[in-house]
């Protein structure tokens, strides 16, 4: 008899880069490129997902909320 394998209930919710642009209020013409450049900085952590990249709810509330360190150049 197979045993019943059970998904955790606290998986995050993730978001898309056109979600995590409507949140932080801003309007881009390449959206991608500036998402890349957060990342970059280490602002935001993605996950990739087939060929796209999706933000997890954490990571957004954490940008949104100002805690994340100063950007290295």
């Known amino acids: 008899m197979a045993r019943k394998q059970s998904l955790p209930r606290d998986l995050p919710r993730l978001w898309t880069g056109e979600q995590l642009m409507q949140a932080l ?20 952590r993605g996950i990739r997902v087939g060929n796209d990249f999706r933000y997890s709810e954490t990571e957004v509330l954490r940008l949104l909320r100002g805690e994340v360190g100063a950007a290295q150049s």
């Not at 881009?28 to 500036?34: G, H, L, S, T, V």
């Open 25 to 44: 209020g801003i309007q881009r013409k390449y959206p991608a490129q500036f998402l890349h450049r957060l990342r970059r900085r280490g602002l935001v």
